[in-house]
């Protein structure tokens, strides 16, 4: 055979090595995207502090980013929000599903420890809410919707009940809204804007623990 023989079978097969490679690249792409978030990156915390969120099921858990809020402010707003999405997790049901079925079953329980689990109790300033429709997530802070909670300085536990203060009849998920006969309607016959549903609550707890200021981001899916 002579060499621009070969040369003429070389190409198509190094062609098709070079397809067949893009497409197991793509192939292995796609499985990370679609797999949940590893228990290895589901907690960031600072090396003073650790965060732990309970709800009422414990099925999965949470999600929780802790920063230095001096370090946290530093980062550009698109940074701060890919952080915040983050914690919505990567595919459905990778945040921890919470009903507002019943008071019980719209609980949350947050616990503050330093490195060795000893319990450390904060001085909160604010617990702020995000909401997102759907995933893709987009958050959006929900200046409409103030956050009730309570520390109890006994346990050392801040708890929400969710039920108290998430509209229902805002949730994607939510049986009252599917059997409405105004879905796309509020009162005034305007149309509703539906990325302020809710799908995800995402919490901004702003403390100070000491000397030292912290911003925890953590969030839920809800449902009836």
Not at 196 to 211: L, N, V
């Amino acid at each position: 055979m002579s060499s621009n023989t070969k040369r003429r079978y070389r190409k198509p097969l190094s062609f098709t090595f070079i397809f067949v490679g893009i497409l197991l690249l793509i192939f292995a792409i796609l499985q990370i995207a679609s797999k949940p978030t590893a228990d290895k990156d589901r907690v960031v915390n600072n090396k003073d502090i650790k965060v732990l969120v309970e709800t009422a099921d414990n099925s999965r858990s949470a999600i929780v980013k802790t920063y230095e809020l001096d370090e946290f402010s530093k980062l550009s707003k698109s940074k701060q929000m890919k952080i915040i999405s983050s914690t919505c997790g990567k595919v459905e049901g990778d945040a921890p599903n919470v009903s507002l079925k019943s008071k019980d079953t719209s609980h949350i329980k947050i616990h503050f420890q330093d490195k060795k689990s000893k319990a450390k109790t904060p001085d909160i300033d604010s617990i702020k809410l995000y909401t997102a429709a759907g995933m893709p997530v987009n958050p959006k802070k929900r200046q409409d919707i103030g956050v009730l909670y309570n520390y109890d300085h006994k346990t050392d536990e801040l708890s929400m009940y969710l039920s108290e203060f998430i509209p229902a009849d805002k949730l994607v998920f939510s049986d009252s809204k599917s059997n409405s006969t105004n879905d796309n309607n509020d009162s005034n016959g305007d149309v509703t804007n539906e990325e302020y549903d809710i799908w995800f609550c995402i919490f901004e707890i702003k403390y100070s623990i000491g000397s030292k200021k912290y911003v925890t981001y953590t969030a839920v899916s809800v449902g009836e």
